[in-house]
């Protein structure tokens, strides 16, 4: 199975900031990444599919970007309404056993 | 609108069972894959199973594998988890998700989540 890791687990941040957020899989799986928002006490949201493209929706200051094993999500620049917990998700495996990483939790500094 | 509502989550003993079920609206539901994906209190989120637009491909999670059943019916814009032999470990808000993209492969829609806990 293909293992995924975010780094970090936590960080705060203060509105305005830009964020950068990482994970790795534990073999190729080219582009085959999401990225996902989730607050607390509800549904996980699509932020960025196929690694670097943005949902229909999602505002342009998040993006996407990677390929391989390393991937990256960015926040340009931090919205109250971004802190939140964002998980990255392979769609690579066939079939999908598809797994998440362990999610990064972004908190107000 | 996509709209994705989950039901029947509720207190089971161990080595009890359940059935989720999840209805569908605002789109052809007929057309894409459906999943279910659970997330343990506190805790990150766990892909469960997948099931083909017209049942032919079905998959779970070795968690789940064998205790777990995913069907669907195209004519009640419906998805289903039957889950058998509950144990503690699978107590969790399950959400259904729908495989969006050309091919299938981003969760782009999510219900609200069901909650199923598994205690004596």
């Known amino acids: 199975d293909i293992q995924m890791t975010q780094s970090p687990s936590s960080l705060s941040a203060s509105v305005g900031d830009r964020v950068t957020i990482t994970c790795r899989a534990s073999?190729?799986?080219?582009?085959?990444l999401n990225w996902y928002q989730q607050k607390p006490g509800k549904a996980p949201k699509l932020l960025i599919y196929?690694?670097?493209s943005l949902q229909s929706g999602v505002p342009s200051r998040f993006s996407g970007s990677g390929s391989g094993t390393d991937f990256t999500l960015t926040i340009s620049s931090l919205q109250p309404e971004d802190f939140a917990t964002y998980y990255c998700q392979q769609s690579y495996s066939t079939p999908p056993l598809w797994t998440f990483g362990p999610g990064t939790k972004v908190d107000i500094k | 609108e996509v709209q994705l509502v989950e039901s029947g989550g509720g207190l089971v003993k161990p080595g009890g069972s359940l059935r989720l079920s999840c209805a569908a609206s605002?789109?052809?539901?007929?057309?894409?894959?459906m999943n279910w994906v659970r997330q343990a209190p506190g805790k990150g989120l766990e892909w469960v199973s997948s099931i083909s637009s017209s049942s032919s491909y079905i998959y779970y999670a070795d968690s789940v594998k064998g205790r777990f059943t995913i069907s669907r019916d195209n004519a009640k814009n419906s998805l289903y988890l039957q889950m058998n032999s509950l144990r503690a470990e699978d107590t969790a808000v399950y959400y259904c998700?729908?495989?969006?993209?050309?091919?299938?492969?981003?969760?782009?829609?999510w219900g609200q989540g069901t909650l199923v806990t598994v205690s004596s």
């Open positions: 196929a690694a670097s």
């Open positions: 998700a729908r495989g969006g993209g050309e091919q299938r492969k981003k969760l782009d829609y």
């Open positions: 605002g789109f052809t539901f007929s057309s894409y894959s």
């Open positions: 073999q190729s799986i080219s582009s085959y």
